[in-house]
């Protein structure tokens, strides 16, 4: 029989506030859990541990592959008085008079053997195990990788699906850009993703890769960036190991660019420097990322007055569209990290001559 995985595909911020909306109404027993789907590697569990984050509420990961079908339920405790044996709660569940607010993630639910999901389907309806109960602040997100995806996954029984709400977690390439210049990834790789979307995320459950590129393997890319400088060669291989061989090669080529780069510092202290060409897009993408990062690091009006400059010198060119993205990628940066630094920006003249001509970009 077929098995209908006809889900909605959603990008981060959307299932973010989709999440946002509904954990307050799936906090009371027999209410439903919410479980992300999504392919490996595409941030699953770091979008709960944002959420958790934004919202000011503790975090319990647990992963039941890790799991004996005991674990859940702890080990029995022998009350000597009663004449009977209780069972001690693992530490790994919230202790039940947690004042605090929380989501406690079943991270690869899919994952673990059948036992393993059999002793979690009272937890996650009834919000109880045994005697133990769950505090009525909390809410159950379950995590796990498609069956489609040839990972380690058992199919989910009926029984089970049914307690929860289904989304997939698809990767989108702005939303992982935003995130990536606010955790400061490398300003290549930003670059790269810029360029070339599609490089995001690429897996083939068919070949079943070793590496391969995904938000998750090029943010370990770039804990490599500083063996680029040092050891171009033992980088690539290293970049091969993280990313796949295919996607080595591509961005390789993209690397020779990044000596042609204007010096950041220069374009935003105000000194003199080569502008690139409008059809030297590979370069222009490799400015985009570094002047933006280095901007947010230090934004002073003067440094924002010298930003403007730079972009409305391709505004009457082939590369005009090139000029809007700029400006309008730092004012989404802004507003993604920090909002109220907002006033620096609207405070300089380049900003207020851009927004009349972007009025219906920025509302």
Do not use: C
């Not at 379950?142 to 069956?147: F, H, K, P």
């Not at 010096?263 to 933006?292: C, H, M, R, T, W």
Request: no cysteine; aromatic share 10%; glycine share 4%.
């Amino acid at each position: 029989m077929a098995i209908d995985t006809q889900l909605p595909i959603l990008g981060i911020e959307q299932t973010k506030k989709i999440l946002s909306q509904i954990m307050g109404k799936i906090n009371k027993e027999g209410s439903q859990g919410i479980f992300l789907w999504g392919p490996p590697g595409i941030g699953k569990s770091a979008l709960i541990k944002q959420l958790a984050e934004e919202h000011n509420m503790k975090l319990s990961d647990v992963r039941l592959p890790l799991l004996d079908p005991v674990d859940l339920r702890g080990l029995p405790m022998i009350d000597k008085e009663a004449g009977v044996a209780k069972w001690l709660p693992p530490d790994f569940l919230p202790k039940q008079n947690s004042k605090k607010a929380g989501i406690l993630l079943l991270d690869e639910i899919n994952a673990a053997p059948p036992s393993i999901q059999a002793s979690a389907y009272q937890l996650i309806l009834d919000r109880r195990i045994g005697s133990y109960k769950l505090p009525k602040n909390w809410v159950v997100i379950a995590a796990g990788n498609r069956v489609s995806d040839r990972a380690v996954a058992f199919k989910l029984p009926s029984a089970l699906a049914n307690r929860f709400t289904h989304l997939e977690l698809s990767p989108d390439a702005d939303e992982w850009i935003r995130w990536a210049i606010a955790n400061e990834i490398d300003p290549l790789i930003i670059a790269f993703i810029k360029s070339q979307p599609s490089m995001l995320f690429q897996f083939d459950p068919q070949r079943l890769p070793i590496a391969f590129p995904s938000p998750r393997s090029w943010a370990f890319a770039s804990n490599l960036s500083e063996l680029r400088k040092t050891n171009l060669l033992l980088y690539l291989s290293a970049l091969q190991g993280t990313v796949g061989n295919a996607t080595e090669e591509i961005f390789r080529s993209f690397i020779e660019y990044e000596n042609d780069v204007p010096n950041i510092e220069d374009i935003l202290s105000g000194k003199p420097y080569e502008l690139p060409q409008p059809n030297q897009l590979d370069i222009l993408y490799i400015v985009f990322a570094n002047i933006i990062t280095s901007l947010l690091k230090k934004l002073t009006e003067e440094r924002v007055s010298n930003f403007f400059n730079y972009a409305m010198q391709y505004d009457n060119t082939s590369a005009a569209d090139y000029s809007t993205m700029l400006l309008f990628e730092l004012i989404k940066q802004i507003k993604y990290q920090n909002q109220s630094n907002l006033y620096v920006v609207m405070n300089v003249k380049g900003y207020s001559d851009w927004l009349s001509k972007n009025m219906e970009i920025t509302s």
